[in-house]
């Protein structure tokens, strides 16, 4: 069957309508599709985001998942893969930090910065976390003025959490 360019575009249409959440049929609105966590991730990109302010939720995630961290802080293989899943779990249920942040960053979620909070915190400054990837001087200036918050545990805001769910 072929169809002409106006059944075409038309289609198109009503597919990105619907996508958006904006489209009724038969007076009932139709959901946007529920987002799917699949894929893997790799520990070293989930460890990026991490900055010790969670309590510990960390390395509970990294044991939980028998990922095997010698240094008490970080995995000691970066470059394992580790299914989406088990990192948006390590979030809700250990509210590991940078779990959270890694998925913010993956999926493009509209939740705040657990990173960037926590750059605030130590810091005092807003928007530092695109900065702090690339920047030895800034992470140097962090690692030197987080002693004062070694037991601080920044809470994980609700938004993050009802972004994960």
Do not use: C, N
Not at 110 to 133: A, H, N, Q
Not at 141 to 164: C, D, E, K, M, N
């Amino acid at each position: 069957m072929e169809l002409s360019r106006r059944q075409l575009f038309t289609a198109a249409g009503v597919t990105v309508t619907a996508l958006a959440g904006g489209f009724t049929f038969g007076g009932q609105a139709v959901a946007a599709p529920v987002r799917t966590w699949s894929g893997e991730i790799q520990v070293g990109d989930w460890e990026r985001f991490y900055l010790g302010l969670d309590g510990g939720a960390h390395q509970k995630a990294l044991t939980a998942l028998g990922i095997a961290h010698r240094d008490g802080v970080h995995a000691d293989e970066p470059y394992l893969l580790v299914p989406v899943e088990a990192v948006r779990r390590a979030a809700l249920d250990f509210d590991d930090h940078a779990a959270a942040d890694v998925l913010r960053d993956r999926f493009g979620l509209d939740t705040p910065s657990m990173l960037g909070r926590g750059l605030r915190l130590v810091l005092g400054e807003d928007g530092l976390e695109k900065r702090y990837f690339d920047d030895p001087a800034l992470q140097l200036r962090y690692i030197g003025r987080r002693r004062r918050f070694a037991q601080h545990v920044l809470p994980t805001p609700s938004s993050v959490r009802a972004a994960l769910s």
